[in-house]
Structure formats: structure tokens, C-alpha cells
């Protein structure tokens, strides 16, 4: 049994498996081979920048990006790549990037007892997310990829978020990425965003 077989969590959406790749405060990128199932280093990050929070994506999730839906997850200390986080959503940033949308979940750890009281967007520290949404506006600059965020929206977006990234999932559908500018006809996106 390897990664690709964790499930995305009996209580999803409200409480999710999130599986980290980039643990707070690093500037290496892990990403899972799921052929080896191994961790390979991605890449290091080319500014001077680490994750925010533990940084990954949610189990039996597929995003628009054809990748699976990705996640931070706010730990005291940092986790490890390949660390299975049962996590708590509270919110979602809405980006785009050069493969068009591609929203972040906020979530908390649903472990540990310093975020009991975190339940919701408004509940998470204002610097929190000013630091979270300076990180993805910036942290592709030297690589000369173009990043726009939009906006933090609530809970109650973020678990629609995952319920369709887990539907599309289970259905097998994938979305080849184009590289083309993001074009939204959706609440909370722009008409037209460029990546």
C-alpha cells in the first residue's frame, strides 16, 4: 500500500488526509512518484522563501490543474514529505497561475489542540494570511513564471472545492493543463485573469 491508496478521509470534507510535500519553513519542493512511491525533490524554491505552513495536497483529489488539490496546513512544528496530516479546512485562496486556476485550501491540524478554536477563516490571524498570500504572490518571481492571487474566501468554499475535486477523482476525469490565460466565469474569480 503506497500513497496514492490513502483515502481522502471518513469525514471529508469537513476533515481531510492531507498529505504533505513542503514542510513549513522549507524551500525545497518534494513531490510523490507514485511509479516509485518515493518523495523526489522537485526543485528548490530560486528566491529566498520557505512554505508558510506544511504545504501538499489533499488524497483522492483532482483539481482543474490536473494535479490534485492542494492544501496548507497550519502545524506548531513541521511535518515531514510524505507525513499523512489529518486536516481541518477553514478557507481557500483563489490564484492562478501558468496553468491556470489553482486554488490553495487553508486547513488546520485537526491534531493538535491549539487549533481547536480555529474553525473558520475569520479565525485564523490576519498576518497569517498576509504572509500566506505574499508567499504565492512572489514565489515564482525568479523563475519568470507569473502568479496572481485574488482572494481568500471562506470555508464553505473551500469544502465545495474539495467535494469537486473528489468527485472529479472518483469519475477519472483529468483537465491537460494548456498554459493559457485564466479565464474565469465563476463567483469570486475575475472575468479575465492573466497568469
Known amino acids: 500500500m ?9 469525514a471529508a470534507p469537513h476533515e ?11 524551500s525545497n519542493k518534494y513531490e510523490y512518484d507514485p511509479e516509485r512511491d ?7 524554491l530560486y528566491s529566498a522563501l520557505f512554505a508558510p505552513a506544511d504545504y501538499g495536497y489533499v488524497a483522492q483529489t483532482l483539481a482543474e490543474d490536473g494535479d490534485a488539490l492542494d492544501i496548507l496546513v497550519v502545524t506548531t512544528f513541521p511535518a515531514f514529505p510524505g507525513c499523512v496530516v ?22 488546520v491540524s485537526a491534531r493538535d489542540p491549539r487549533f481547536n ?14 504572509e500566506i ?12 513564471k507569473a502568479t496572481q492571487v485574488l482572494d481568500w ?13 473528489h468527485a472529479r477523482f ?22 479575465e485573469a492573466t497568469s
Open 133 to 144: 498570500t505574499h508567499y504565492f504572490r512572489t514565489y515564482k518571481e525568479l523563475e519568470d
Open 153 to 165: 474566501h471562506g470555508r464553505d468554499r473551500a469544502l465545495t472545492f474539495i467535494e469537486e475535486c
Open 16 to 26: 481531510v488526509n492531507a498529505i504533505v510535500e513542503m514542510p513549513k519553513g522549507s
Open 86 to 107: 489529518a486536516a481541518r479546512p477553514v478557507g481557500v485562496l483563489l490564484m492562478c497561475d501558468e496553468k491556470g486556476k489553482d486554488e490553495k485550501i487553508l486547513a
Open 38 to 44: 518515493v518523495f523526489v525533490l522537485d526543485r528548490a
Open 117 to 130: 478554536a480555529i474553525d473558520a477563516l475569520e479565525d485564523v490571524p490576519d498576518h497569517l494570511l498576509r
Open 2 to 10: 503506497g500513497l496514492q491508496d490513502v483515502s481522502i478521509g471518513d
Open 170 to 191: 472518483l469519475a477519472g476525469k483529468e483537465r491537460v493543463p494548456t498554459g493559457e490565460a485564466c479565464v474565469f466565469a465563476e463567483p469570486g474569480y475575475p472575468a
